[in-house]
């Protein structure tokens, strides 16, 4: 019992501090906003900032809201949710409005809301809670299937609105969900051999690499002569198919599924946006341009610098200092997170946690990625710093979670 | 119920505490590689994005006359550029733009395709729109991207002459020659002054262009100064002073209108050409900008071939203007007693070879001094045959026939000068004979000479071996300081090895060519004015003679030497000396009898 408390106590520790990372995390956000709005000829709440501002105050009610929830009703209605979530994920394709051409949003009054936003929740919830099982071996492989499928569904729904970034992250969030649980390494290679395959495929020395890559671990994985065969034999044809079945697709088939790859269209030719982002970041150098001076962020040469190029603007204006300040931060929050679920005595709760987590973390690292050119540019938007209602509250939803069910057994 | 063991393990938690580690340290690395280690070169870039140089085209400097009246200025021009990229997005761009230009959509289509460098460069597609289709223009601007218009100082030409030889033109700079110049600051696009004196005084006239520095946003559309860069203002060139007096030039130029053929009006002293005309010629407004090619083709297939200058490029064969030339080397070598006498019976007999004089019933007996007044040719014929080539074509030589003169217009012809190892070379040795010996003493045969040599001649006859270096450069104001600089030409050679007695002899013959009842040159007589001169008829394959006349007249301190050709003329006594009286009573009228030398002095 006593030591119960002290898990209790410490953990409560961690949520203050993880309150307290999000606040900075804010912060951060609003100054780099404060230049997008430097000048705009509007009243404060017209602005990004201001209306980001509101936003978050309507993410912190929201996260105040979802005290009310108990966990033993999430964990039971889990799967109830996720059905929900879909047709709410599907509806947009026919009563949403075609904003940018895209099915993304959902106008609800004088609010759009993007469902593929809080979907992400909702399989989390739904995973953590077919993982929490208590009839279920996750040592075998057929354990996988169902958690896979739970991400499978949303992703290609959200795949065809189309919106890249999001559904990579429904397949991303389930991985560290099924390392937590104690899923076999060798298993989730399994499961990501044939996508690396297709995409190597397309240049001849990384398929020659992953190739030799997969015998390798064929070979360690003590599998069964004719299953590793298989396997093999599985992933060399389709990585030859690959260019074969793309070369035999029609041009303008060809170009949807580029299309796809290349959500934020590119006015200007190929990797405009990136160059003009590491400029931004670049020209930064140790200490900045200082606020309102940055000259890419302030001529327009920043793309979408309020959102998924935030961090350019804050690479700009602050520096190396600046970017080093914010990617600490992150890494902190995430730490604190993992640290969080590492101590939930309880699977379901851990899980979710570490959902959550996931989910924060592949948003940070693939935008920030991209921001410096080191993945293309999907469309994902920066955990609290980003201008954006749906995921900005879905942020707040998220570490809302995270506190109520840590925080569960206090109560 | 739903409590139950989290088997996570501490390895769990480290390997994917490692695992985000992993990734934000290269997150971390990439951010150091950025803003540390590229940070110069990525400054450079965002340096680049903002800042857009805008070129402050420089004025030339302003052409004027000796007496300060304009001939070249300035004025600005609005053209038309665009860029093909930018226009191409735009749906409505070019019906846009054909609306407001008022040019079919399909010319401007033309142009595009015509005067297209690539697609991201502009190029020009109007020029001189006037100031209502510029505000359109101005209004419309964000509906036209990629359109814009630059203000451009081209050249325009005020005065009554044409002087279009002289004056010449500019053109853009081709790449062969911007390699050349490079170092000078030329760049691609540039126009520089390719003839005339646009060229001689390139290094004078040219302005030093200015730079704005403007910062732009990724539209390029202007917001506002660059805070940390100095705009270089734009300089004028230096205004130059040409030794023309646009008076006598308009004058001259209208007594040639419709002819073929030249006339030159030069300060026998000095050098300076006071006019200098070559007929057909063409408006120099043709050229004041970038010249459309099609203006250009028809320019240089026009049959009168208006853009070549018969005044320094034309080589005529100089006929009877000519013989003052043996004149001046039989009294100086003692060829012939001056008072000898020749009969003339119209014809001269070279073995079977019959050479004839104009006057087909012959001139009588002539001495050497009625030979010139009258142009016998027999006489010279007789004259001649006691001379050897050389010596002719070393008296011709002293007044550098078969040279250039220098003169400081550019593509000026050098003549020919036929002395013995040219005859030798041509004819093969003994390949000629006595019979080019006598064509040469009347101005004919290989003997080719422009009018500028000519003039030069005369002015070396005017002022008795005096030969100055004819030129059209006064002087210039140097932009800035508006201090006069003068112009050195070479100090005029003069003529020593021939004796004051064989000038005054030719002088009055001269004079009695054109002032005795019989002298061939009667007709370019002037009342109240002393006029010497001597005429030439030259006969050429091509046609009518060529009507020549070189004469001088000396007032105040002022020696005018004036030539005019008249091309298939005729007789020298008539069109051309007919010409070079107008030409006489003009300057009697109207040029003051005192050159003013004009002091360095500051405006």
């Known amino acids: 019992m006593r030591k119960s408390i002290q898990i209790g106590s410490s953990i409560s520790n961690s949520n203050y501090l993880i309150a307290l990372t999000v606040f900075l995390l804010c912060v951060a956000g609003l100054m780099a906003l404060y230049s997008a709005s430097l000048h705009v000829e509007a009243s404060f709440f017209k602005k990004v900032i201001g209306k980001q501002l509101l936003w978050m105050i309507l993410g912190v009610i929201t996260m105040f809201a979802i005290f009310l929830l108990q966990k033993k009703f999430l964990f039971d209605g889990a799967f109830i949710f996720y059905w929900i979530g879909i047709a709410m994920v599907v509806l947009p394709y026919f009563f949403g409005s075609s904003a940018a051409s895209t099915n993304r949003w959902f106008v609800l009054g004088p609010f759009h809301f993007q469902p593929s936003e809080f979907m992400k929740i909702l399989v989390i919830v739904a995973v953590a809670r077919y993982l929490s099982g208590s009839d279920l071996i996750i040592s075998d492989f057929k354990s996988l299937i169902m958690p896979l499928l739970l991400a499978l569904l949303p992703m290609g729904i959200v795949l065809k609105q189309p919106d890249l970034g999001t559904s990579i992250i429904y397949f991303m969030l389930v991985f560290p969900m099924l390392i937590w649980a104690g899923a076999r390494i060798y298993h989730l290679f399994i499961v990501l051999a044939p996508v690396i395959s297709i995409i190597t495929a397309f240049n001849f020395y990384s398929f020659f690499i992953w190739v030799l890559i997969l015998i390798v671990v064929l070979y360690f994985s003590k599998e069964r002569i004719w299953v590793a065969i298989i396997l093999f034999v599985f992933n060399l044809s389709l990585g030859f198919l690959t260019p074969v079945l793309w070369n035999r697709l029609k041009p303008y088939q060809q170009n949807r599924i580029m299309t796809l790859f290349n959500v934020n269209a590119d006015p200007l030719g190929s990797g405009y946006q990136v160059i003009q982002s590491q400029v931004a970041i670049g020209s930064g150098g140790l200490f900045g341009k200082g606020i309102g001076n940055g000259t890419q962020t302030h001529l327009k040469f920043l793309p979408e610098q309020h959102n998924d190029f935030i961090f350019s603007v804050i690479g700009e204006e602050y520096g190396f200092v600046g970017v080093i300040v914010v990617l600490f931060l992150f890494f902190i929050l995430i730490s604190l997170l993992i640290s969080v679920a590492y101590r939930l005595r309880d699977r379901f709760s851990s899980l979710v946690v570490i959902g959550v987590m996931s989910v924060l973390f592949f948003h940070v690292f693939i935008n920030i990625a991209m921001t410096v050119g080191l993945l293309p540019v999907t469309g994902l938007p920066l955990p609290f710093l980003s201008y954006g209602g749906s995921f900005i509250i879905s942020c707040f939803l998220m570490v809302g979670l995270v506190f109520n069910i840590s925080l569960e057994r206090r109560r | ?603």
Not at chain 2, 138 to 166: D, K, Q, T, W
Not at chain 2, 205 to 231: C, I, M, P, S, T
Not at chain 2, 429 to 458: A, C, Y
């Open chain 2, 1 to 603: 119920m739903f409590y139950l063991q989290n088997n996570a393990t501490s390895l769990h938690r480290n390997l994917l505490i490692l695992g985000v580690f992993t990734l934000f340290l290269i997150l971390g690395i990439r951010l150091y590689q950025l803003q540390i280690v590229d940070y110069k070169r990525f400054a450079g870039i965002a340096e680049a994005n903002r800042i857009r140089v805008v070129t402050q085209p420089a004025p030339r400097g302003i052409i004027y006359d000796r007496n300060g009246q304009i001939i070249v200025d300035n004025k600005s021009q609005y053209n038309v550029n665009l860029i093909p990229f930018e226009v191409d997005k735009n749906d409505s761009g070019y019906s846009l733009l054909s609306h407001i230009l008022n040019i079919p959509e399909s010319e401007i289509r033309r142009r595009v395709k015509k005067n297209w460098r690539g697609r991201f460069l502009p190029l020009r597609i109007a020029e001189d729109i006037d100031f209502e289709t510029l505000t359109e223009l101005e209004e419309r601007r964000f509906e036209l991207p990629g359109v814009m218009y630059s203000l451009e100082p081209i050249r325009s030409f005020p005065s009554r002459a044409n002087l279009s030889h002289v004056l010449g033109y500019l053109r853009e700079i081709n790449k062969e020659d911007l390699q050349m110049i490079k170092n000078y600051g030329y760049r691609s696009g540039d126009l520089i002054g390719w003839k005339g004196v646009e060229r001689e005084y390139e290094s004078i006239l040219r302005g030093k262009r200015g730079f704005d520095y403007v910062q732009v946003n990724v539209y390029g559309q202007e917001v506002g100064k660059v805070r940390d860069r100095h705009n270089v203002e734009s300089q004028f060139g230096n205004d130059l002073y040409l030794t023309i007096d646009i008076g006598l030039q308009a004058y001259a130029e209208q007594l040639l209108e419709d002819k073929k053929g030249a006339a030159i009006v030069m300060d026998a002293k000095t050098g300076e050409i006071l006019a200098i005309v070559s007929k057909p010629d063409y408006s120099p407004g043709l050229f004041s900008g970038i010249v459309e090619s099609d203006v250009w083709n028809e320019l240089l297939n026009d049959a009168e071939r208006p853009l070549y200058d018969r005044a320094i490029q034309g080589t005529y064969p100089p006929g009877s203007t000519f013989k003052i030339v043996a004149v001046l080397a039989s009294l100086e070598e003692n060829i012939l007693d001056p008072e000898t006498t020749v009969r003339c019976r119209g014809v001269y007999k070279l073995g079977r070879r019959e050479f004839k004089c104009w006057k087909e019933i012959g001139h009588g007996r002539m001495n050497l001094f009625d030979a010139v007044v009258n142009s016998c040719n027999v006489y010279f014929y007789t004259l001649v045959r006691k001379m050897d080539v050389s010596l002719w074509a070393t008296y011709a030589g002293k007044f550098r026939f078969g040279e250039l003169t220098k003169v400081d217009l550019y593509g000026e012809s050098q003549g020919i000068l036929p002395d013995e190892p040219f005859l030798d070379n041509k004819y093969g040795k003994g390949g000629w004979s006595e019979g080019n010996k006598l064509n040469l003493v009347i101005g004919q045969g290989d003997l080719l000479v422009t009018p500028l040599q000519m003039v030069r001649f005369t002015g070396a006859l005017a002022t008795h071996g005096k030969l100055a270096t004819p030129h059209l450069g006064l002087e210039y104001m140097e932009h800035g300081t508006n201090r006069f600089q003068r112009f050195a030409f070479s100090s005029a050679d003069s003529i020593r090895s021939i004796s004051a007695s064989s000038w005054e002899f030719v002088e009055k013959a001269m004079y009695d060519v054109v002032n005795s009842k019989t002298g061939t040159g009667r007709a370019a007589k002037v009342r109240g004015l002393d006029v010497y001169g001597k005429t030439g008829t030259a006969q050429n394959p091509h046609g009518e003679a060529h009507s020549w006349f070189i004469g001088y007249s000396k007032y105040g301190n002022r020696t005018l030497a004036i030539t005019v050709l008249i091309e298939h003329g005729g007789s020298g006594g008539g069109e051309a000396a007919v010409t070079a009286r107008q030409i006489f009573s003009y300057c009697q009228k109207n040029l003051p009898k005192e050159t003013d030398v004009k002091e360095v002095t500051v405006r």
